[in-house]
């Protein structure tokens, strides 16, 4: 996902500062994953009682099979006691785990980078194709790779989340 940057936003990133543009944006981009997490809890909470009516109903569905569930061991009932609750914590949890990584994205700070652009491709079965440059010794992940020449000298402006996710905020080539 990237960032169009305008001139304002360079301006503001060469004066050390995230723009209130580049500001919104980010804000968006947390509320989006905030939202997304909200989606997928209400879709576990809706299916979730489905999912449990049709395993009770089979488990009670002949005789031979009320015998069975009856005669369980009090540790079988426990562990499907506690499979819902399992299953809902497990939830939760990647929640608060999402939120907490949108805010500390939140609270990046803008950095800098500057040198000869060298210009890679990466190739992962899981995420697809990804692009990175080298600007002398720093490393930094971008998705503008047709916006930059290679050899070129550029300054660039970035912020790294806590994760070590690159967002190019905008650059500048240099003569």
Same mark, same amino acid.
């Given at each position: 996902?990237?960032?169009?940057?305008?001139?304002?936003?360079?301006?503001?990133?060469?004066?050390? %500062?995230?723009s209130p543009r580049?500001? =919104?944006? &980010?804000?968006?981009? !947390?509320?989006? +994953?905030?939202?997304f997490s909200k /989606?997928?809890?209400?879709?576990?909470?809706?299916?979730?009682?489905?999912?449990?009516?049709?395993? %009770?109903?089979?488990?009670?569905?002949? =005789?031979? &099979?009320?015998?069975? !569930?009856?005669? +369980?061991?009090?540790?079988?009932? /426990?562990?499907?006691?506690?499979?819902?609750?399992?299953?809902?914590?497990?939830?939760?949890?990647?929640?608060?785990?999402?939120?907490?990584?949108?805010?500390?994205?939140?609270?990046?700070?803008?950095?800098?980078?500057?040198?000869?652009?060298?210009?890679?491709?990466?190739?992962?079965?899981?995420?697809?194709?990804?692009?990175?440059?080298?600007?002398?010794?720093?490393?930094?992940?971008?998705?503008?790779?047709?916006?930059?020449?290679?050899?070129?000298?550029?300054?660039?402006?970035?912020?790294?989340?806590?994760?070590?996710?690159?967002?190019?905020?905008?650059?500048?080539?240099?003569?």
């Amino acid at each position: 996902m990237g960032f169009e940057f305008t001139n304002e936003d360079l301006r503001f990133n060469q004066q050390g %500062v995230i723009s209130p543009r580049q500001k =919104e944006w &980010m804000q968006k981009n !947390v509320t989006t +994953a905030g939202n997304f997490s909200k /989606v997928t809890l209400w879709i576990v909470l809706a299916f979730f009682p489905i999912l449990l009516c049709f395993i %009770v109903s089979l488990l009670f569905s002949n =005789e031979s &099979m009320r015998g069975v !569930v009856m005669s +369980a061991s009090p540790a079988a009932w /426990v562990v499907m006691c506690l499979a819902p609750l399992f299953i809902i914590g497990s939830v939760g949890v990647g929640m608060y785990i999402s939120r907490r990584r949108a805010e500390n994205f939140l609270e990046s700070r803008l950095l800098v980078a500057t040198g000869k652009a060298k210009l890679h491709t990466t190739h992962n079965a899981r995420w697809g194709t990804g692009y990175y440059m080298m600007l002398d010794d720093t490393k930094i992940g971008i998705v503008w790779k047709d916006k930059f020449e290679e050899d070129e000298r550029y300054k660039v402006y970035y912020c790294k989340s806590p994760e070590g996710y690159d967002f190019l905020m905008s650059f500048e080539k240099l003569s």
